[in-house]
């Protein structure tokens, strides 16, 4: 039986993820101290996650299929420098009050939650041995509870 214990590992912290996007918006129209701290604990999470993988995971990734491994890499590494960019697009915004595109941004960061979910994490838990793993997850587990 394969483990799906990274998919779900990191499933749940998509689902974290999205809450605190949801708990920015949901700041909005309150004192601009309490929206920002809202909005530094949700860019911290998300370049957390983005580290994980970036680090820990990609990494570690030698596929079976080299072409179609290899080309999904730098797909990712683009939509996170997206993501990445659009953030630092929403501090700028959100510290000079102006109206924030918090659409935009959730409609990439589910597109892009979506292909892992249903692409890379799945494809990495049958591909990589029980070790590699355990080796993962480990470094998963250290950074995202720091």
């Known amino acids: 039986m394969k483990s799906t214990i990274l998919t779900e590992l990191m499933v749940r ?11 920015v918006e949901k700041s909005i129209g309150m004192e601009l101290v309490s929206t920002m701290k809202v909005f530094d604990t949700f860019e911290w ?4 996650h983005m580290f994980v993988e970036e680090k820990a995971i990609f990494t570690s ?3 079976k299929n080299i072409a179609e491994g290899y ?4 797909q990712l590494i683009q939509q996170h420098n997206d993501l990445l960019n659009k ?3 929403m501090r700028k915004d ?3 009050q ?3 595109r918090f659409e935009e941004f959730r ?3 589910l597109m892009h939650k979506t292909f892992e979910e249903k692409s890379l994490y799945p494809k990495l838990d049958l591909e990589l041995s029980v070790h590699q793993k355990e080796e993962i997850i480990k470094k998963i587990r250290e950074i995202l509870s720091s």
């Open 13 to 23: 912290d998509h689902g974290k993820i999205v809450k605190m996007l949801h708990d």
């Open 45 to 48: 999470e998300l370049e957390k």
């Open 61 to 63: 990734y030698s596929p």
């Open 71 to 74: 080309r999904m890499m730098p």
């Open 87 to 89: 953030l630092q697009m």
């Open 94 to 96: 959100l510290t000079w």
């Open 98 to 100: 102006r109206p924030v």
């Open 107 to 109: 409609e990439l960061l």
